[in-house]
């Protein structure tokens, strides 16, 4: 009897955490409602460094994830560089378009919400700007050798404004 009395409070404890965990989660979508819909993604079937897509934050604010448009999801990626932007090739999320006029910086980090490296650049972190809004994307290659070519071809994507 105790021992089904102990399980049934684990229960309750774990099922509370989760119910807390989705009510932030949908208090946050609400507070970032405004944020308008991202660009439609071009049709391009070009793939890219394969990686991880970690999360989009507000920049500067590592832990303010965006909730919103599915751009705190992390999923396995692939991220193509192109004349006309990036592309975030998501499995099962919706793939992300940031135009090249819309990004304003890119970066190597240790950390972004959801993920966080030993080593000091382990992401490939980008900031672009949407609807008025500063934004980091996260982005972790598959092989760190990636890494350095994936951060000047975006840096040369910059540049050529």
């Known amino acids: 009897m105790k021992a089904a009395l102990g399980i049934l409070g684990t229960l309750l404890v774990l099922a509370a955490a989760y119910f807390g965990m989705f009510r932030g989660w949908r208090n946050r979508q609400s507070r970032q409602a405004d944020l308008a819909p991202l660009p439609a993604v071009p049709e391009d079937t ?7 897509y970690v999360a989009t934050t507000a920049a500067g604010d590592w832990m ?4 919103v448009h599915e751009l705190g ?4 990626a692939d991220l193509a560089v192109s004349a006309d932007g990036l592309i975030f090739h998501r499995q ?3 793939d992300v378009f940031i135009p090249a006029d819309h990004l304003t910086g890119v970066r ?4 972004i919400a959801g993920k966080v490296t030993a080593e000091k650049s382990g992401l490939v972190v980008v900031t672009w700007t949407h609807d008025g809004h500063q934004l980091d994307t996260g982005f972790r290659p598959r092989r760190k050798a ?11 994507l910059i540049g050529a404004q």
């Open 108 to 111: 190597t980090d240790r950390g």
């Open 46 to 52: 070009t793939r890219g460094t394969e990686g991880v």
């Open 64 to 67: 303010d994830r965006i909730a």
């Open 92 to 94: 099962g999320a919706a």
């Open 146 to 156: 990636d890494t350095a070519a994936l951060t000047a071809s975006i840096s040369t």
């Open 73 to 76: 999801v992390r999923s396995i």
